[in-house]
């Protein structure tokens, strides 16, 4: 069992920054890539950014640029440092944990709003 636990959402200015924090708990030792999800309104959950142990990273296209994925080597934690934005990031955004016998664990979400 992997536990994540997301935190730094919150209330931000469009053109303002957050950082969110993914902590990993239980079999970290499984997990092969971690990444964030997102789910607007109305809208389906989609990947926003993604990191796997190696330190290869890749992006939604609609937010390269302004946001970074980082995270240490045993993906103890991964952050999602996100710069300039936008009321379309409004969303929950949530952990996700991939690991090698192909079992998916999540965090229970982190709500971003976008204020324009």
């Known amino acids: 069992q992997v536990q994540l636990v997301e935190s730094g959402g919150g209330l931000v200015q469009a053109g303002g920054s957050l950082r969110l924090s993914c902590a990993a708990s239980?079999?970290?030792?499984?997990?092969?890539?971690m990444g964030w999800y997102r789910r607007a309104p109305g809208k389906q959950r989609e990947l926003v950014a993604g990191?796997?142990?190696?330190?290869?990273?890749n992006y939604a296209d609609s937010v390269k640029g302004r946001f970074t994925i980082s995270g240490d080597n045993a993906l103890n934690t991964v952050y999602l440092q996100m710069n300039n934005l936008k009321p379309e990031d409004t969303a929950v955004y949530y952990c996700?944990?991939?690991?090698?016998?192909?079992?998916?664990?999540w965090g229970k979400g982190t709500l971003v709003t976008v204020s324009s």
């Open positions: 990191i796997t142990r190696g330190g290869s990273t």
């Open positions: 996700n944990a991939a690991t090698w016998n192909g079992v998916d664990y």
């Open positions: 239980g079999s970290i030792f499984k997990i092969n890539a």
